[in-house]
C-alpha cells in the first residue's frame, strides 16, 4: 500500500494513511480501544470444527443463554 491510498480507522472510521504514525489506527486511543475488544473477547475469529469427537460433545451440550442474546460467530 502506497502512503498516498487511505483507509479508514477500524474503530472509529476517521480517514487514515499509510504514513501516518498509528495506521491502520487514527490515534493511540483508538489502538488501545481496539486491543481492549481483542481482550475482552468482543471479537474473535473462528475455524471450523473439524474434530469428530469435539462435534459430538457439542452436539449433546445444550447452547449457552449468552449466545442467544448476541448471536452465534
Given at each position: 500500500m502506497s502512503a498516498?491510498?487511505?483507509?479508514?480507522?477500524?474503530?472509529?472510521?476517521?480517514?487514515?494513511t499509510?504514513?501516518?504514525?498509528?495506521?491502520?489506527?487514527?490515534?493511540d486511543r483508538c489502538r488501545v480501544i481496539?486491543?481492549?475488544k481483542w481482550a475482552s473477547g468482543a471479537y474473535r475469529i473462528s475455524t471450523p470444527i473439524l474434530d469428530p469427537e469435539v462435534l459430538e460433545g457439542l452436539e449433546r451440550t445444550p447452547p449457552r443463554e449468552d449466545d442467544d442474546e448476541h448471536g452465534s460467530r
Open positions: 498516498n491510498q487511505a483507509l479508514r480507522c477500524p474503530t472509529c472510521r476517521t480517514l487514515v499509510a504514513a501516518d504514525e498509528y495506521f491502520p489506527f487514527c490515534s481496539d486491543l481492549g
